[in-house]
């Protein structure tokens, strides 16, 4: 299509037909009880979205209504994110002429998270080759190599709690901090710039919320031109004077184009933190709450990769993917796009027992789907889970006796899940040995 309208008309155009236009009419279906629409349009569902997905999943294993349809069902959540015929995103139908519209107006300059070519938009062959490309500078060894550098971090976080008062809060002090520190430093980004990118990822994020409004749509958008703008001078820079990090890696290759390697670095920078400071959160919440199995985690350090696995089923912290058809499916007809609830998936009991009950012993807590799965299955998968466990056992190591200290917030959108604020009491203790040294000293 060949046009050219100004930027905030391009702005309000893309806004209007993926979010304004579609979410007034969820908001709407939802208004009257349709199931589908409730799950992403009800802030009642948004609060305690658990109830909502048995009430769906009762219906049977695809619910539909005349614009979407969602599953909760794990047979069909992990049958469809594996199945070639359906494609990840709202893909344009080729009769969807709206679609394509907004494609047009989309901006190269703001390009977000949820927009090919980042890896979560794009398709094989052209996700294979790119995704090809990262995985070589990302494997399990390297990966597994930040174990110590992780740790490192975690104590110095936690020497700043313990220096400070006695009750703070866990996201701003270290859920957060922890992982934007790693990934930044893992990916080649200054780490004096992290508030930056929280702040930047955070509103980056919204993109991916189906019911963005237009003041939270400009909000994002100014965040992704940000992010684009920065990182193309330290791309310039990197190719100039390259480092050992990843991202330098990436440029060395030659293989990526300029924004092939914006969208990649900043899809990894986001995904490498908003996902990981949920699950923290979560998990820390969630033993917090149940005493006695912290108590058996701080007794027999062995349980913390199991534990985790089941706050990653629990409480997923991202909470449902779009696949659209592009052929006829027996789950739902070419064109058409289904909502799969990972969160809801987790609590199917024809996969786990007694599913609403948080139990960090379930023998098969790793069946969950909450790195999706498919093509497009989380490519940090084992550093989420690595840092994860480094996180809560340096955590719990260091405060025994932590304590909640307020209520908790809840944060985040309609598909991440996760808190904002987590006020707790450290219960003193708290210094390294080395430092108790000293002071004796
Ligand atoms: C608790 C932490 C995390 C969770 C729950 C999580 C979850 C997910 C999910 C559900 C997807 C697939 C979405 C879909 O199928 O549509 C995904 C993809 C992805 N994740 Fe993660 N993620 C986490 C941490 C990370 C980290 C630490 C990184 C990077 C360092 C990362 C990088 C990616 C990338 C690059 C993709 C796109 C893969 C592709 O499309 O080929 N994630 N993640």
């Known amino acids: 299509m060949n046009w050219n309208p100004s930027r905030p008309a391009r702005s309000a155009l893309v806004w ?33 979205p658990f109830a909502a997905y048995d009430r769906l999943r009762a219906r049977g294993p695809v619910v539909a209504n005349r614009m979407v349809s969602a599953t909760a ?36 300059a703001a390009l977000g998270p949820g927009e090919p070519p980042s890896l979560l938009a794009i398709h094989p062959p052209q996700h294979t080759r790119l995704r090809g490309l990262v995985s070589r500078a990302f494997t399990p060894r390297a990966v597994a190599a930040y174990s110590e550098r992780i740790r490192e971090i975690a104590d110095e976080l936690l020497d700043d709690i313990a220096r400070g008062p006695a009750t703070f809060d866990l996201i701003d002090t270290y859920a957060a901090l922890l992982p934007v520190t790693v990934i ?22 919204m993109s991916l919320d189906p019911g963005m409004t237009w003041r939270e749509y400009r ?56 996902t990981t400071v949920k699950l923290i959160g ?4 969630l033993l917090l709450r149940h005493p006695d199995q912290l108590g058996a985690l701080l007794a027999d350090a062995s349980g913390w990769d199991k534990a985790v696995e089941e706050v990653l089923r629990f409480d997923t912290p991202v909470q449902m993917t779009l696949r659209t058809a592009h052929t006829d499916t027996e789950h739902v007809p070419a064109g058409q796009s289904l909502i799969v609830l990972l969160g809801g998936a987790n609590r199917d009991p024809a996969v786990f027992d007694d599913p609403h009950r948080f139990d960090i012993t379930r023998a098969n807590a790793r069946e969950h789907l909450a790195f999706s799965a498919g093509v497009h299955y989380c ?28 209520t908790p917030v809840r944060g985040g959108t309609r598909v991440l899940r996760g808190y904002r604020h987590l006020p707790l009491r450290t219960g003193k203790v708290g210094l390294r040995a080395v430092e108790q040294d000293q002071l004796a000293g």
């Open 282 to 285: 979560n998990a820390v919440a």
């Open 379 to 406: 490519l940090g998968a084992q550093l989420a889970r690595m840092e994860t466990v480094i996180a809560l056992r340096a955590l719990f190591e260091r405060f025994p006796n932590l304590a909640a200290a307020g």
């Open 184 to 205: 930044a430093e893992i990916i080649g980004v200054p780490v004096t710039n992290r508030a930056q990118f929280l702040d930047w990822g955070a509103k980056a994020a």
């Open 73 to 108: 069902s794990h047979a069909v959540v992990n049958s469809v994110l594996r199945d070639e015929h359906f494609l990840a995103g709202p893909t344009p139908a080729p009769t969807n002429w709206l679609s394509r519209v907004a494609a047009a107006a989309v901006d190269p």
């Open 219 to 274: 909000v994002a958008d100014r965040a992704i031109r940000d992010i684009h703008t920065w990182l193309g001078t330290h791309i310039a820079d990197l190719r100039r004077d390259p480092g050992p990090d990843m991202l330098s890696r990436l440029v060395r290759l030659d293989e990526l184009t300029d924004v092939e390697l914006k969208s990649t670095a900043q899809l990894l920078l986001g995904a490498g933190f908003e």
């Open 16 to 48: 209007g037909i993926r979010y304004g236009l579609p979410g007034a009419a969820i908001r709407y279906a939802a208004r009257r009880g349709d199931p589908v629409a409730k799950v992403i349009a009800d802030p009642e569902v948004l609060a305690d």
